[in-house]
């Protein structure tokens, strides 16, 4: 079965980054679209320490164990679509989930593109500036992996819980988003892209200084 998974970098479990990851698998599960959510928002999520121990080892792990970021590397890799939320927190995305993008991203990169061909999109909760930079940050995330974005990401607009409902345009695109990621999915399920052949790993990333 096709599957999506949704990450919610809020530490507001039923915020408003909630009512619109909630909105867009929505209409995934109407075209039988499997769909899981991940919380790491609030939680305890080490940033990335540059050790570059994923290029060596190359098991499509982190070397840093103790948090969720390995489980949400494991299930990224066996979904067909990906799908992030974050509020903004001081014009970017919340520290778990920057610590995510980096890390995750850095494994990906360590395995040859673990994430290649699958498809993605952002949701983003806002109260006023700092939207598009958040939006940003996953996104650059999907296009460094050569994932493809479907459409433009969501931006919904409200501070207080709940208030994101009230932004009859912002639901209205995350509805939109939704019905379009379950398109391409259902014809990539159909019609699948040729497999890739994992690339080798930039050795510049892990060669020491003479």
Same mark, same amino acid.
């Given at each position: 079965?096709?599957?999506?998974?949704?990450?919610?970098?809020?530490?507001?479990?039923?915020?408003?980054?909630?009512?619109?990851?909630?909105?867009?698998?929505?209409?995934?599960?109407?075209?039988?679209?499997?769909?899981?959510?991940?919380? #790491?928002?609030?939680?305890?999520?080490?940033?990335?320490?540059?050790?570059?121990?994923?290029?060596?080892?190359?098991?499509?792990?982190?070397?840093?164990?103790?948090?969720?970021?390995?489980?949400?590397?494991?299930?990224?890799?066996?979904?067909?679509?990906?799908?992030?939320?974050?509020?903004?927190?001081?014009?970017?995305?919340?520290?778990?989930?920057?610590?995510?993008?980096?890390?995750?991203?850095?494994?990906?990169?360590?395995?040859?593109?673990?994430?290649?061909?699958?498809?993605?999109?952002?949701?983003?909760?806002?109260?006023?500036?700092?939207?598009?930079?958040?939006?940003?940050?996953?996104?650059?995330?999907?296009?460094?992996?050569?994932?493809?974005?479907?459409?433009?990401?969501? #931006?919904?607009?409200?501070?207080? #819980?709940?208030?994101?409902?009230?932004?009859?345009?912002?639901?209205?695109?995350?509805?939109?988003?939704?019905?379009?990621?379950?398109? #391409?999915?259902?014809?990539?399920?159909?019609?699948?892209?040729?497999?890739?052949?994992?690339?080798?790993?930039?050795?510049?990333?892990?060669?020491?200084?003479?």
């Amino acid at each position: 079965m096709v599957k999506v998974l949704a990450i919610n970098g809020s530490p507001r479990k039923d915020g408003n980054t909630a009512v619109l990851i909630r909105t867009i698998l929505k209409e995934l599960e109407k075209e039988g679209i499997e769909t899981e959510t991940i919380q #790491i928002g609030g939680k305890n999520i080490h940033g990335c320490m540059a050790c570059m121990k994923c290029f060596e080892n190359c098991d499509k792990k982190c070397v840093i164990d103790d948090d969720i970021v390995n489980t949400c590397i494991k299930k990224m890799s066996k979904a067909d679509g990906i799908l992030f939320g974050s509020p903004v927190y001081f014009l970017d995305v919340t520290s778990e989930m920057k610590a995510l993008i980096d890390r995750a991203g850095f494994v990906s990169f360590a395995n040859g593109l673990l994430f290649r061909n699958k498809i993605g999109n952002a949701a983003v909760a806002v109260r006023r500036a700092g939207a598009s930079r958040t939006a940003d940050s996953m996104l650059h995330f999907f296009l460094g992996n050569e994932m493809i974005v479907a459409g433009l990401p969501v #931006i919904g607009i409200g501070r207080d #819980i709940g208030d994101v409902e009230k932004d009859e345009e912002g639901m209205g695109r995350a509805k939109n988003l939704g019905q379009t990621m379950a398109m #391409i999915l259902n014809h990539l399920d159909c019609h699948p892209l040729p497999a890739h052949t994992p690339a080798k790993a930039d050795e510049r990333m892990t060669r020491k200084k003479k």
